[in-house]
């Protein structure tokens, strides 16, 4: 059937309200939001054997391997190597036999993604992937498939694949840490309930969005644009900046915000406005005190916080995005909310074409 943008002026925004729905329809394959529990399909290795696992990606997926990467070291003590495709195909890792290696990805299609599935597969690993698209080339070359249920994704940049890509990994990383006997049942019913309450969480923030129009007026004419966050926080900066840019052309970078004083904070002045990922979690006083430095330097900050966070520090920024208070855990699903938004209106008010940035393609199946 062909798909309409509906009310919509852009597929983006239409894809992006759909993600309430559409996240907890990827979450109702796996979690029972009753008993609190995940339940996933059988796997063909028990977790508790893996040492460490591998997870491979490109663009705004790699990114949702980067958030994983905290959840699954943080919940399941399970180190994980994550890389984006194209290094990882080419570096001939060693791999040990019998391990695991997850790939994520919208379409299932993207080339290097597929080349380094295979890679990983020659060299003995168990192949799991999460994909999007339901008929795919990775996942024909799967052991055992996640398909996220975002439906078709038609605007160029990646929003609702993304965030259920996120509940996905989320629920992967705590099925892993029950198993493993790291986190017991009622750490898992903990998470649980923070898991289920993101879709009302997302709409919450979709309803209070006009906010972040007025804020995308402050930034629009700016030449270039920093995002800093810690923990889960640093790949929501990662991927806010990469929306921005793609949509928008302005350039923008994303960094971990202790890493600032290595060079970013050379950039900046008056005219580099720095947009703060900082959720009330143990890293906010560091990230605080990382916006605080940049505010010295003249910088205009717009700071994404909760409630809590934005009571202590938000008189200082030139513009605030209140986030639902939330546990820590859920937050970098809800933050990516917002840095969608942003370069959303970022992008129509510089323009641009938003659904089909120039030069960017939907599904990269050349090298
Ligand atoms: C392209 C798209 C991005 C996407 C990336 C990876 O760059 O424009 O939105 O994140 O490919 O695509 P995949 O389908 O593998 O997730």
């Not at 070291?73 to 195909?89: G, N, P, Q, T, Y």
């Not at 900066?237 to 202790?258: C, N, P, Q």
């Not at 939330?326 to 074409?353: E, N, R, W």
Request: proline share 5%; aromatic share 8%; glycine share 6%.
């Amino acid at each position: 059937a062909m798909i309409g943008k509906g009310n919509h002026r852009h597929f983006m925004m239409k894809e992006i309200v759909e993600q309430p729905a559409v996240i907890g329809e990827t979450l109702s394959s796996f979690f029972n939001p009753r008993s609190r529990t995940i339940t996933l399909p059988d796997l063909p290795f028990d977790w508790k054997d893996l040492p460490k696992i591998t997870i491979v990606a490109c663009g705004t997926s790699f990114y949702a391997a980067m958030i994983a990467k905290y959840w699954f070291e943080k919940v399941a003590d399970l180190s994980v190597e994550v890389d984006i495709a194209s290094e990882f195909r080419y570096r001939n890792m060693p791999l040990r036999e019998g391990g695991l290696a997850m790939f994520i990805s919208q379409s299932g299609e993207t080339a290097d993604t597929l080349a380094a599935l295979k890679y990983a597969k020659e060299n003995g690993q168990h192949i799991g992937s999460i994909i999007n698209v339901e008929e795919s080339s990775m996942g024909r070359e799967s052991d055992f498939v996640f398909h996220t249920q975002a439906g078709p994704e038609i605007g160029v940049a990646s929003t609702k694949a993304f965030t259920c890509q996120l509940v996905t990994l989320a629920c992967i990383a705590i099925d892993a840490g029950v198993q493993r006997g790291v986190i017991d049942h009622e750490e898992e019913a903990r998470l649980c309930a923070a898991i289920s309450e993101v879709p009302a969480r997302a709409a919450e923030i979709l309803e209070s969005h006009v906010n972040i129009k007025n804020l995308a007026e402050k930034i629009f004419e700016a030449n270039d644009i920093l995002y800093i966050g810690r923990g889960t926080g640093y790949p929501v900066a990662l991927e806010g900046a990469l929306k921005l840019k793609e949509l928008s052309y302005i350039h923008a970078e994303g960094y971990a915000a202790g890493e600032l004083k290595h060079g970013p904070i050379a950039l900046i002045d008056d005219t580099v406005p720095v947009i703060v990922v900082a959720p009330s979690d143990p890293y906010f006083e560091k990230t605080a005190s990382n916006m605080q430095e940049v505010m010295a330097r003249k910088a205009r900050v717009i700071f994404l916080s909760d409630a809590a966070g934005i009571e202590q520090l938000g008189e200082h920024a030139v513009g605030s995005i209140e986030l639902p208070s939330v546990d820590p855990f859920v937050a970098p699903i809800l933050y990516a909310l917002p840095v969608q938004l942003l370069a959303y209106y970022v992008a129509v008010l510089k323009g641009t074409d938003v659904d089909q940035p120039r030069n960017l393609a939907k599904s990269v199946t050349v090298e």
